[in-house]
């Protein structure tokens, strides 16, 4: 089973400043098969990144994905409002499992 | 408009079953994979099972295995989630979710539906 883990959990930043998220996976995981869903308070998660760093349909650009192997990031270069939410990635390599990270929490300062 | 609507959930006893039920519409659903994902109540997202889009790869996280079975009915363009032997630990929020493909590994879950509640508890 891979294991992803995400750091920080919590991140506390301003409108308008940039968000790092971290994802780290346990063993190598092609980047062709790495996802990050935005979850806000009583909703249902949202697709944002697919293959590592393509943005699903209708995300905005400030919203980008990189990495490869075992790190990968995303990054928010100028948090909206509407941006502080959880977020989780995810593989989808193999099965089973799929799996998510533990989620970042992003927050207003 | 693309869309899942997840019914079913409810208070049901340890030991017990439930069947949980997805209506898709908006999209051509047997060209898909689909997924159950489930999340207990503060925590985080926990992959229950997924389907390829002619029932032909299934598969199950070990915590559900031998106790769940994921179905699809493809003419009533419907997913479905057979819950047996309930335990208070599969209380969460279950959500039916959408492949971006045919087969549900290889693709991210692209389209959620709300969710629908489990809980477990005598």
């Known amino acids: 089973e891979i294991v992803l883990t995400q750091s920080p959990g919590t991140l506390s930043l301003s409108p308008g400043e940039r968000a790092t998220l971290s994802c780290r996976a346990s063993?190598?995981?092609?980047?062709?098969?790495l996802a990050w869903y935005q979850q806000k308070p009583g909703q249902a998660p949202r697709l944002l990144i697919y293959g590592a760093s393509s943005r699903a349909t209708g995300i905005p650009d400030r919203f980008s994905g990189s990495g490869s192997g075992t790190d990968f990031t995303l990054t928010i270069t100028r948090l909206e409002p509407e941006d502080f939410a959880v977020y989780y990635c995810q593989q989808y390599v193999n099965s089973p499992p799929l799996t998510f990270g533990g989620g970042t929490k992003v927050e207003i300062k | 408009e693309v869309q899942l609507v997840e019914s079913g959930g409810g208070l049901v006893q340890p030991g017990r079953s439930l069947r949980l039920s997805c209506a898709a519409s908006g999209f051509t659903f047997d060209d898909y994979g689909m997924h159950w994902v489930r999340q207990a109540p503060g925590k985080g997202l926990e992959w229950v099972s997924g389907i390829s889009w002619n029932s032909g790869n299934i598969d199950y996280a070990d915590s559900v295995k031998g106790r769940f079975t994921i179905s699809r009915d493809n003419a009533k363009n419907s997913l479905y989630l057979q819950m047996n032997s309930l335990r208070t630990e599969d209380t969460a929020l279950y959500y039916c979710?959408?492949?971006?493909?045919?087969?549900?590994?290889?693709?991210?879950?692209?389209?959620w539906g709300q969710g629908t509640t489990v809980t477990v508890s005598s």
């Open positions: 063993q190598s995981v092609s980047s062709s098969y």
């Open positions: 979710a959408k492949a971006a493909g045919p087969i549900y590994y290889h693709y991210g879950m692209d389209v």
